[in-house]
């Protein structure tokens, strides 16, 4: 049997539990197959995003579950955020998680960000509050300007605004599973993620 051969019936006795796992995922909420898929970045681990937005409460609200769900991350699974773009407002907000993110901040910022725009009222658009708060941070407000302004920073956030529309996100929270799926925001949210992991587990060469 010739390698050809043996690639199509691997993937023909693959089929069915593949099948069997997506019609598990759809049982349990929305998602949709994205034609044609998107790349991804890592080819060795299976990719899933999450596309959120810093103003969107339910993004807010999903974090507590995010945070418990990746410590039962698989270690072939590879977790990425990405802020979703569909206007100047959410790509102001794009660019401060980017800044977060070159000054070596993300993981110490994100979260408490978060919490100053839907606990204490922040307006991340006002920018003599935006720099209140980030000197309360220790960090200081014209290093954080002239690296939102970074050619690195303005980069990544407009290939968020590309992400955003190639993986054709209409709201946030919406999670991706490695450029094939997109999952929209319901109670079962990270189930079905799980569920679509599983499916393309069984399904990569």
């Known amino acids: 049997m010739n390698a050809v051969r043996r690639s199509l019936m691997a993937a023909i006795a693959l089929a069915p539990a593949f099948y069997s796992l997506v019609a598990g995922a759809q ?7 994205l034609n044609p898929p998107q790349p991804v970045e890592s ?4 990719e899933v995003l999450e596309f959120f937005w810093y103003g969107c409460i339910h993004c807010y609200n999903l974090e507590p579950k995010i945070d418990t769900w990746l410590k039962t991350l698989p270690k072939d699974v590879e977790f990425r955020r990405v802020p979703a773009v569909f206007n100047d407002r959410w790509a102001h907000d794009a660019a401060i998680f980017y800044t977060f993110e ?9 979260r408490p960000f978060f919490d100053a725009i839907h606990r204490d009222r922040l307006r991340s658009d006002n920018m003599q509050a935006l720099n209140a708060w980030l000197e309360k941070q220790g960090v200081d407000p014209k290093k954080f300007e002239a690296t939102v302004k970074s050619f690195g920073v303005q980069s990544k956030t407009k290939r968020a ?4 529309s190639g ?4 709201g946030t929270p919406a999670m991706a599973v490695h450029g094939r799926y997109t999952v929209g925001a319901s109670d079962g949210m990270l189930e079905i993620v799980n569920n679509l992991v599983a499916a393309v587990r069984k ?3």
């Open 203 to 205: 399904n990569k060469p």
């Open 43 to 46: 080819t060795n681990k299976i």
């Open 167 to 170: 993986y054709q996100i209409d």
């Open 27 to 33: 049982r349990g909420g929305q998602f949709m197959e």
């Open 102 to 110: 070159a000054m070596g901040l993300l993981d110490k910022l994100h």
């Open 161 to 164: 605004i590309r992400m955003t």
